[in-house]
């Protein structure tokens, strides 16, 4: 042991970790570190059997309905050329046996070739899944500034005249059918007062610019930022508020009760009673204390309303003829191409199964006891 003067830094070794000489807040940061890395392992571990499943499940609802190409092509085609199909196809093959060909397709990203038009269903869904990306994106948009603020407003003003009518909106929101909000929207906005498009992702002299001096990544915003002209910007702008606000605001009233309810339990507590006792604003005690803990089960459901959004696209893109997986699923369902349907079914599972390991990694990070 080497002796040391008064005030000459000592020569003493660090404790080792998980010591009692260690000091308790570089243990608590050591564990605090090792239980995100443990939490993100399993949470991305977990990602392999719920894909597994989810592709599984749709391959068995697919064949319930029988081979795709006489439920494509029946009635087109005589018997012999069906069973010729078939058999080229390999669809005459035992189920496992295209039950273990389809999972090695999909593993090296195959999703096969459509029915109906000939097409690579990867092809397909990169050119159509930009657009319902982008259409999603818009509503999450939509949701956030519309239901996270009037939650904290309805929270602010528990059981008065502005929370109750709140609290109907949101209600009527979430139950209103989305295609049916499309409509009125529609209605007012466009037939009547002329203010929107009525269809579309943009006009048609639009879309000839973007195609010929676009960036090309089929996101029609990106794609119109990229040729530098701020009216087609705007059209694009135009033509995506209907579409946004009709998925948006069902996302929007389940972010307005979730905010509510959770910020008025937090106001609760009882450290924000003590913050209270010092004589702490009210308005202060909702933006320092009560928002944060109340943001880790909303950024949880984000997750959830992401599937919500991807299903709700299906009938937005419909109503809208905006031109995205959700409007190409109904086209290659009224043909009974099963081939495209299962391609694409698989992918927006992906897709979710994706962003809820983001959402979870996100809220893990916000809440560190979601670690453990």
Request: hydrophobic letters at 50%; zero cysteines.
């Given at each position: 042991m080497t002796s040391t003067t008064a005030g000459a830094p000592t020569d003493v070794a660090p404790p080792e970790p998980g010591t009692a000489a260690e000091p308790s807040g570089a243990r608590r940061r050591r564990r605090s570190g090792g239980g995100l890395a443990r939490y993100l392992v399993v949470r991305a571990l977990l990602i392999?059997?719920?894909?597994?499943?989810l592709v599984t499940t749709v391959f068995v609802l697919m064949r319930a309905t029988g081979d795709p190409i006489t439920a494509a092509l029946g009635g087109r085609l005589t018997q012999a050329q069906l069973q010729e199909r078939i058999h080229e196809a390999g669809y005459d093959r035992p189920i496992l046996?295209?039950?273990?060909?389809?999972?090695?397709?999909?593993?090296?990203?195959?999703?096969?070739?459509?029915?109906?038009?000939?097409?690579p269903v990867t092809e397909v869904l990169v050119h159509y899944g930009a657009a319902t990306l982008e259409l999603a994106a818009y509503a999450l948009v939509v949701a956030f500034l519309v239901g996270i603020p009037l939650g904290r407003i309805a929270a602010a003003r528990r059981d008065k005249a502005p929370d109750a009518v709140l609290r109907v909106s949101a209600i009527l929101g979430y139950a209103t059918p989305v295609f049916f909000a499309g409509m009125i929207l529609k209605l007012i906005f466009?037939?009547?007062l002329g203010w929107l498009p009525v269809a579309g992702r943009a006009s048609t002299s639009s879309e000839i610019v973007m195609q010929t001096?676009?960036?090309?990544?089929?996101?029609?915003?990106?794609?119109?930022?990229?040729?530098?002209?701020?009216a087609i910007v705007l059209d694009v702008l135009e033509h995506a508020i209907l579409p946004a606000l009709a998925l948006g605001l069902l996302t929007a009233g389940v972010f307005l009760?979730?905010?509510?309810?959770?910020?008025?339990?937090?106001?609760?507590?009882?450290?924000?009673?003590?913050?209270?006792?010092?004589?702490?604003?009210?308005?202060?005690?909702?933006?320092?204390?009560?928002?944060?803990?109340?943001?880790?089960?909303?950024i949880t459901v984000i997750g959830l309303q992401i599937a919500m959004l991807l299903a709700g696209a299906v009938l937005t893109e419909t109503t809208f003829e905006w031109k995205g997986l959700g409007f190409q699923l109904v086209q290659y369902l009224l043909?009974?191409?099963?081939?495209?349907?299962?391609?694409?079914?698989?992918?927006?599972?992906?897709?979710?199964?994706?962003?809820?390991?983001?959402?979870?990694?996100?809220?893990?990070?916000?809440?560190?006891?979601?670690r453990y």
């Open positions: 392999i059997p719920t894909i597994f499943i046996v295209q039950y273990v060909e389809y999972l090695g397709q999909v593993f090296r990203g195959d999703f096969g070739t459509t029915l109906s038009d000939h097409r466009s037939v009547g001096q676009g960036a090309g990544t089929g996101i029609y915003l990106i794609d119109a930022i990229s040729t530098g002209d701020p009760r979730l905010v509510r309810t959770n910020v008025i339990g937090t106001l609760t507590t009882g450290y924000v009673e003590a913050a209270r006792s010092r004589g702490v604003s009210e308005r202060r005690l909702l933006r320092k204390h009560a928002w944060r803990p109340a943001l880790v089960p909303i043909a009974r191409d099963f081939v495209a349907v299962q391609g694409m079914v698989v992918l927006l599972a992906v897709i979710v199964a994706l962003t809820n390991f983001v959402v979870d990694v996100i809220a893990a990070m916000v809440d560190p006891r979601i």
